[in-house]
């Protein structure tokens, strides 16, 4: 009987204070997307995108704007740092603010510029951050740009580019990781870039339902950072998967080339038609699904250089060029083509990291590091130096498995085409 | 109260485990960098060797715990004193992993909850369990929790698998070398050691002899063997540099778990199982600390009072610490790796050992 009066007296002060750590989900306002810009020096601005609970409830997965309301809210507020400008911004809102599911991260581009080394540290740091966090550049913009703006598809922009950046064949949703354990490495970073993309044809509105295309979110690329963290500059969407590739992280991407002779020797024009841009012509386009990357660092009296076989396996999926692809010498033919094309490529966008951003953002030093590590310790220091003059031999090789459900186009006569 | 040997394999095994993932990892990832696992298989074999030492001696006084058998080594004075820095530890252990429970379980879910609540109510289950189980429901437990604690730990590993990159173990040796390796071993060689504690369960068994001495250097292998598997999960899911440099690596990379948009999360099943860990290396210790004060102060019998004395002290101890709040990696390197490594699992029971050693051939010769 003591006994239990005691216990009773002892677990009843435990019930009467209640749960400190309690938090209702009504009293929280999730915070889906966190930017910041930079205002001028040591004044930020962040950006907060917040899940608006009576529009998402109605809204559903449409989203967008549900009885004029859109699914989502912006707000923002200034302060020194990360945390600092949310306590700022808490005094506007009615919930606390609550970062647990802020999964991206976007960072403006005049931010990125001054360096990011200020701000990455609480995203380290907060417990309540998930390290599967994505981040962002915005280029040619704000942070604030990029998140006030209604995505169509989804309820919230920060989702959208989530989503845009997993559908592109990059590694999923470890940008903000990778960055920590690259600038641990060489020293440079390499972060996805968003950019703001108005509408390539501006059509109007004829009637009330009507939907043309609008201003919206797209992934530009990636941008690179320099070993003071800071923006060296950007690889655009055709030039990012040359990174990706030669990190063996692309999962997929659909290659297209100009094919306008079907001479047995030449399978094409030059590579710098197809390269230039300025010749245009009949193209066939590959769709690589498998892709590996074989980095080899051989030295020639004792300066390193590297030998990189990027491969591929893909099939054919649209001809819109003379050959037939019923013979299998023409899938040859597309095959030398295209890898010709593709090395050219390669070549132009390494060529440019290597003379423009002098950074090293394929990993090239962290391959010498791991496989010739006595060497290593000469070359380390002046490996930023020395990086930007390495020698490369890169070749292509990719192998064209199919040619989809048809070998022959289903079209009879081609102009110029053979039979 | 008896347990089996199967009970104590497990007993061993999540004592080692628990704390073993959360704080070892980061001291030695820091010294012996990507070559860590080198460190933890050298920790594994000197774990080992100090468990065996243990149990050999153990062996020798089967129905005697530690307590008894130093003063039948040692003679009464000398048998007494000698135990006094082991009695020290386990104070010092229970409050310092109470500490640590503390300072994870606040980082990640209870941010406002004080921290005599959280100890308190440890404290108490702990308490509790000693107080009307004893050993005995100690062992129940680590037999009921241990093969669940293996699920949770293969699935960590399985659905962890798809973010490692193997190059990030490279190069093997080149960077580190022989005297930062060993460095690096420290760490988790004296949360290994800790196995030396069997000391005091070994007479607790029902039929204490090789099969016992076979359990607990199982237990310490296996242990050894999943925590090799856990660092070298972190290296190539992180990198030595910032694998280095973050607190809990181990349940960051857990936390990393993301296959087909559903499985995601799982880090509360591992805290859920790494809480049992803790909750088993408290109870053991809790239990081994009254029962040994108990039979140090000459009254076994009556050992259940004690823990009325000894669940306050570790309280009050543990507030204390957290009050001080030294730092985790400091206290490792220089309370653990420097005094209680050489002095609690090497010195004493390596002295015990040769001094019983001479004594029996010495009986022998007469």
Redesign the interface.
């Known amino acids: 009987m003591y006994r239990k009066i005691t216990a009773l007296f002892l677990i009843l002060p435990l019930l009467l204070t209640g749960c400190w750590d309690r938090q209702e989900l009504n009293d929280q306002a999730i915070v889906l997307g966190w930017g910041m810009d930079l205002v001028k020096e040591g004044v930020y601005l962040a950006t907060a995108n917040l899940v608006l609970p009576l529009a998402s409830k109605s809204g559903g997965q449409q989203g967008g704007e549900q009885g004029g309301r859109s699914g989502f809210m912006t707000e923002s507020a200034y302060g020194k740092n990360n945390r600092d400008a949310e306590q700022n911004m808490q005094r506007k809102l009615s919930r606390v603010l609550f970062p647990g599911h802020r999964r991206n991260i976007f960072i403006g581009e005049k931010l990125a510029e001054h360096g990011v080394f200020s701000i990455l540290d609480e995203y380290g740091r907060s417990p309540m951050v998930r390290p599967r966090t994505n981040i962002f550049v915005v280029k040619e913009g704000t942070a604030q740009d990029a998140m006030s703006l209604a995505y169509q598809l989804e309820t919230n922009p920060a989702i959208a580019v989530q989503k845009i950046q997993e559908k592109s064949g990059a590694p999923i949703s470890r940008s903000l990781l990778d960055f920590y354990i690259m600038a641990n490495g060489t020293g440079c970073g390499i972060m996805p870039a968003l950019t703001i993309l108005p509408p390539e044809v501006k059509t109007d509105k004829k009637s009330k339902n009507d939907s043309p295309p609008q201003t919206t979110l797209g992934l530009y690329g990636a941008a690179i950072f320099n070993s003071q963290l800071k923006l060296a500059g950007y690889l655009n969407h055709n030039e990012y998967w040359v990174r990706l590739w030669i990190t063996d992280q692309l999962t997929g991407w659909i290659f297209t080339t100009i094919v306008n002779a079907i001479d047995a020797d030449k399978p094409g024009g030059a590579a710098a038609d197809a390269l230039s841009g300025a010749t245009s012509g009949q193209t066939v386009t590959v769709n690589v699904d498998t892709f590996k990357s074989r980095i080899t660092p051989v030295f020639d009296d004792g300066q390193p250089g590297f030998r990189i076989r990027l491969e591929g396996k893909g099939y054919i999926e649209e001809n819109d060029s003379p050959l037939n692809l019923s013979k299998p010498g023409n899938i040859e033919k597309v095959e030398a083509r295209m890898n010709e094309y593709l090395e050219e490529r390669v070549k132009e966008v390494v060529k440019k990291v290597q003379k423009d951003f002098k950074s090293d953002i394929f990993g090239l030093g962290d391959k010498l590091h791991q496989f010739h590590p006595y060497r290593w310790k000469k070359l380390a220091a002046e490996w930023e130096t020395t990086f930007p003059d390495v020698e490369l031999d890169i070749k292509v090789k990719l192998n064209l498995t199919g040619t989809g459900i048809t070998g022959e186009s289903l079209l009879p006569n081609r102009e110029g085409g053979d039979k | 109260m008896k347990i089996s040997n199967r009970q104590l394999f497990w007993m061993i095994l999540m004592m080692e485990i628990g704390i073993n993932l959360l704080i070892s990892m980061t001291a030695t990832i820091r010294n012996a960098r990507q070559d860590a696992w080198i460190s933890y298989i050298a920790a594994g074999a000197a774990g080992l060797i100090i468990t065996y030492a243990a149990a050999r001696l153990s062996s020798r006084y089967p129905q005697q715990t530690l307590i008894q058998y130093s003063t039948a080594i040692l003679g009464k004075w000398g048998g007494k004193l000698i135990v006094i820095p082991f009695i020290l530890q386990w104070f010092w252990v229970m409050s310092l992993i109470l500490r640590d429970e503390y300072l994870f379980i606040r980082?990640?879910?209870?941010?406002?909850?004080?921290d005599w609540?959280v100890i308190g109510t440890m404290i108490g289950v702990v308490l509790y369990t000693v107080y009307h189980g004893g050993i005995e429901a100690i062992g129940r437990v680590s037999e009921l929790w241990g093969p669940i604690l293996m699920v949770i730990l293969a699935l960590t590993f399985g659905l962890t698998f798809n973010?490692l990159n193997w190059?990030m173990l490279?190069?093997v040796y080149?960077?580190t070398g022989l005297g930062v390796i060993a460095e690096g071993a420290l760490a988790p060689v004296s949360l290994l050691g800790e196995a030396v504690l069997l000391m005091m369960l070994f007479p607790f068994v029902e039929h204490p002899g090789k099969e016992t001495r076979k359990a607990v250097l199982l237990g310490v292998g296996l242990s050894s063997f999943l925590l090799l598997f856990g660092v070298l999960w972190v290296i190539m899911t992180?990198?030595p540099?910032?694998g280095g440099r973050m607190q809990f690596p181990f349940f960051?990379m857990v936390?990393?778990v993301?296959l087909m948009e559903f499985i995601q999360n799982m880090d509360i099943f591992v805290m859920a199982v790494w809480l049992v860990c803790i909750f088993v290396k408290l109870s053991i210790y809790m239990f081994i600390t009254c029962y040994g004060v108990a039979q140090w102060i000459g009254k076994t019998r009556s050992w259940k009072k004690l823990t009325w004395a000894v669940a306050p002290v570790t309280f009050i101890l543990t507030m204390l610490v957290i009050k001080l709040n030294p730092p985790s990696g400091l206290l490792l390197k220089a309370v653990w790796v420097r005094y209680v490594l050489p002095v609690n699992m090497i010195g004493i029971p390596l002295l015990l050992l040769v001094v019983s050693s001479v004594r029996r051939k010495h009986r022998q010769k007469i």
Request: no cysteine; proline share 9%; net charge neutral.
């Open positions: 980082l990640s879910v209870l941010y406002k909850t004080p609540v973010n190059t490279l190069p080149a960077d992180f990198g540099a910032v960051e936390k990393l993301y």
